[in-house]
């Protein structure tokens, strides 16, 4: 081994010490031992500062009272702190910060407590602990059963009512009111096909005649290429064992059905027959127009000729016979109505005007020399020229209706038939007592259809232009069509473009037989001038000329200046002394006279007048005994006079209503005939005393849809509202008030396809989702899109529907029965000022309209984020949530 002969370690020789006494003098070597002592303390005290700077609050147990480290369990605290705070006097602000502390809950729908929640669309749960400063909340996840299913508890039901209890007076023993049928459909998840079944087969397990007849039979069609819903309701009627009949190489079968009731040109269904003679049974089993050979037997035709003369048809041949009915789905909510197609309305019918003649228009062009003084804006609506001397043939002197004006030179009059000679300066014309040498005469080639209607039609030269829908015509061809209005010259016609070839045209007198439009403004509000004020002690009387008011009508008092006020607020009629004056049970002291004289001061009233074509509503004017002998050969016979023709047969049941004479004679009774607008009852005694009203039917309730806003009143005020008829005007026309309603101005509106239903209106033996064939809306068999997660604490999302305190929409973008995990939520951010504490929250879930979402027994989970702030300071790395300030 080697060794270094200069490693100490190897050798025993050492390093003397060297001595410098006589090299540095002694003051020299205190000095530079001072300096050095000095830097040895200055040094010792960064490092302990930079000790103290490094202590992490983290190192203290905040949560174990017994930690030695934490200086609240301790008398030890920082040097460096303590001496800058002496030596500022105790007046240094110490530095803060604040963290944030991040924590997750799950909450689950199954930890709720079931007792006070029984489902888990709504509970309130506690969060584990109490979170402090909690700064936001957001939700972090979601796991949520997709178990909306397209019939639920809150679209389940349907609502009818049927004609045949109405005709027949079948009043439910308990409501005394006509029966309303209902059905409840299974909670699930449905194609058009198997919806279609289960409302069949639901409905066919509902008795008629208020559940003491026969079970109803309808026909449901859902037709997803079309979107239109059917309900055809049938009374069936079981006919004998192979009661077709067939005729080889004909389409034609009869039919035997022993006293059948039904007449030629009707149209039945039948159900159940075979397939016959080649002829399927689909064939057979639809909508026949029929043809009757006798009380026994009928004919129909198919379009499929028979392969042999055969009789058959089996043993479940029935005749279906088509029953009136009316769905209520205004009158109901949880109803199926929205998801096949039908708008939140009972069924109804539209307002008309019938057409009474559809016919070709020939108009001859007329050319005067000089300016014949018309114009387009000049009130010539029917108005007549006098025809001297025309020269054209066929020959139109005399009387002519003038349809338009061409020029200032030319106008347009209507002739009965196209013009084969015309001619040229040859004749005059004579109007309002002027007469016009004749330049022209010649055909107007444009084509036009002239309809006349049975009453007015509403429609002024200022609608020209506007859309006409035809209906129901019976021209050839059809005009079921809409068309624009090209001319108006009479209140009872007006004209639209087409042609229609000879033989084509209708003309009937019978009202509904020619075809009907639409009624074009049916609806009249009415304003009323206020002429004078008399005051009194406690009442005030107001003068306004034929007001047609009645005691308990809300008007409001309109441009009017009085002391104490009383403009602008609503009022009952508190009496009517006459037709021109009516009490409010307020006083005033003054009023102006200012807008009384110049005639702006009015009364606002909810008073319509309904233009409605036979509207069949008809009253009692006179009940009182007559002479004679009631057909049973007992009691007494009593005369009632209805104020309209009350159109009835020989024994028709009819029932009366709000009868005024002593005793009141409220029932329904067999009636026997005496005049057009009389008939005679049988009862059981002379009456005591006469009656002057009463009603005819069970009561004059109505719904109206449709309107637009009309005289200042908004259609929220009109359309769906339940109105009673007031006074009946003619057949044509009556009024109701609407006590929620103020008129600013009488006005004549309300569009013009309005709809009426009532207990005479809206039946109709097949009800579909269409208005004058138009869709109202498609089927909806995909469920909701959507739900709400809400939470009073936590409202982050607003919504243009009603559901309040949303936190987050939950899309249910996955089938039913499938779990969803997609959402869209806002945290909830306490920015002003943080929470101070949170330990429970609220949760429900609720479909877009507010009802709770059907979980069927399933329950769901989320996660929520929370953010507390805990306050620190630099130097203690404390929380002045433990008293540090």
């Not at 040097?79 to 799950?106: F, M, P, W």
């Not at 899109?785 to 929409?809: D, E, H, I, W």
């Amino acid at each position: 081994m080697d060794f270094d002969e200069n490693d100490l370690l190897n050798s025993n020789s050492f390093i003397s010490e060297p001595d410098l006494t006589n090299e540095v003098q002694s003051d020299f070597n205190n000095e530079f031992k001072n300096y050095y002592k000095n830097e040895q303390q200055i040094s010792e005290k960064r490092k302990l500062k930079e000790s103290l700077d490094r202590l992490s609050i983290r190192s203290v147990r905040l949560e174990e009272d017994t930690d030695d480290q934490s200086i609240m369990n301790t008398n030890r605290f920082g040097v460096t702190a303590s001496l800058k705070s002496l030596q500022s006097g105790g007046n240094q602000q110490q530095n803060r910060k604040t963290k944030e502390i991040l924590t997750y809950i799950s909450i689950d729908s199954r930890d709720r407590d079931k007792l006070l929640y029984k489902k888990p669309s709504y509970f309130k749960i506690f969060l584990g602990k109490t979170f402090y400063n909690v700064k936001t909340i957001r939700l972090s996840s979601i796991e949520f059963p997709n178990t909306n299913a397209v019939i639920n508890t809150s679209n389940h039901h349907i609502y009818w009512r049927n004609q045949e209890d109405i005709v027949n007076d079948t009043l439910n023993a308990i409501t005394k009111t006509y029966p309303e049928y209902s059905v409840q459909l299974r909670t699930g998840s449905y194609v058009s096909t198997s919806l279609q079944s289960e409302i069949a087969n639901k409905v066919s397990l509902v008795k008629r005649k208020d559940n003491l007849g026969s079970f109803h039979y309808f026909l449901v069609s859902l037709d997803i290429d079309t979107d239109v819903v059917t309900f055809t309701s049938l009374i069936l009627t079981q006919l004998s064992n192979n009661s077709l009949q067939t005729s080889v190489n004909t389409g034609i079968i009869v039919v035997t059905a022993p006293d059948h009731g039904f007449v030629s040109g009707e149209n039945i269904y039948l159900v159940g027959a075979q397939t016959l003679a080649g002829i399927q049974s689909s064939t057979i089993n639809t909508k026949q127009k029929i043809t009757v050979l006798n009380p026994n037997t009928f004919i129909f035709e198919v379009n499929v000729n028979a392969s042999q003369t055969l009789t058959g048809g089996g043993n479940t041949l029935k005749t279906g016979k088509i029953a009136p009915f009316q769905l209520l789905f205004g009158e109901h909510s949880t109803t199926i109505a929205q998801n096949i197609g039908y708008p939140l309305e009972n069924s109804s019918e539209l307002i008309n005007t019938y057409i009474k003649s559809i016919t070709n228009l020939y108009q001859a062009i007329i050319t005067t020399t000089t300016p014949h003084n018309l114009s387009k804006t000049t009130n010539f609506l029917g108005k007549t020229c006098i025809m001297y001397s025309s020269g054209v043939s066929p020959n139109i002197d005399g009387a002519l209706i003038i349809t338009d004006v061409v020029s200032s030179t030319s106008f347009l009059a209507s002739i009965n038939s196209k013009l084969v000679l015309e001619s040229y300066n040859s004749g005059q014309v004579v109007f309002n007592s002027i007469t016009y040498n004749i330049q022209s005469i010649s055909n107007y080639n444009t084509g036009t259809i002239l309809v006349t209607t049975h009453t007015i039609h509403n429609y002024t030269l200022s609608n020209i232009g506007t859309d006409i829908t035809l209906l129901e015509t019976k021209t050839t061809p059809n005009l079921d069509d809409t068309f624009k209005l090209l001319n108006v010259f009479d209140d009872k016609s007006f004209v639209i473009g087409g042609s229609l070839p000879s033989g084509g045209e209708s003309i009937n007198n019978d009202i509904g037989s020619s075809g009907k439009i639409s009624r074009f403004k049916p609806l009249t509000t009415y304003t009323i001038h206020i002429s004078n004020i008399i005051t009194s002690s406690s009442t005030t009387t107001l003068l306004c000329h034929n007001h047609n008011l009645q005691l308990g009508d809300i008007i409001m008092l309109k441009n009017i200046k009085t002391s104490p006020p009383i403009a602008n607020i609503p009022y009952t009629i508190y009496a009517i002394p006459s037709s021109n004056s009516v009490v409010i049970n307020t006083a005033i002291n003054t009023f102006n006279t200012d807008t009384i004289l110049n005639e702006t001061a009015y009364l606002s009233t909810g008073l319509f007048t309904v233009s409605f074509p036979s509207h069949s509503f008809n009253k009692i004017i006179s009940i009182q005994n007559t002479s004679g002998i009631p057909s049973s050969g007992l009691g007494s016979l009593i005369k009632v006079q209805t104020q309209l023709p009350h159109n009835f047969s020989n024994n028709q049941l009819i029932r009366f209503n709000q009868t005024n004479s002593t005793p009141s004679i409220d029932n329904s009774y067999n009636i026997t005939i005496t005049s057009p607008d009389t008939f005679t009852i049988p009862y059981s005694y002379p009456i005591i005393s006469s009656g002057t009203s009463g009603i005819i039917g069970f009561d004059q309730k109505f719904y109206i849809y449709n309107s637009i806003n009309i005289g200042g009143i908004s259609e929220l005020n009109i359309n769906s509202k339940e109105f009673m008829v007031r006074d009946i005007i003619d057949k044509d026309t009556f009024t109701f008030y609407n006590n929620g309603a103020f008129a600013t101005s009488t006005e004549k509106g309300g569009g013009s396809n309005l709809y009426i239903s009532s207990l005479l209106h809206g039946f109709n033996g097949q009800q579909t989702n269409t208005k004058n064939s138009v869709l109202n809306r498609s089927i909806n068999l995909q469920g909701e899109n959507y739900s709400f997660l809400c939470s009073p604490q936590l409202s982050t999302m607003m919504n243009t529907g009603k559901v309040n305190n949303v936190f987050a929409r939950i899309s249910l973008s996955e089938s039913p029965g499938s779990m969803v995990f997609t959402f869209l939520s806002n945290p909830k951010n306490f920015d002003t000022v943080p929470l101070n504490s949170l330990e429970d929250l609220e949760f429900s879930i609720v479909n877009y309209d507010g009802t709770e979402y059907e979980f069927n027994d399933l329950d769901y989970s989320f996660t929520l984020e929370i953010t507390e702030i805990q306050d620190v300071i630099d130097n203690f790395n404390l929380s002045s949530k433990r008293g540090v300030i």
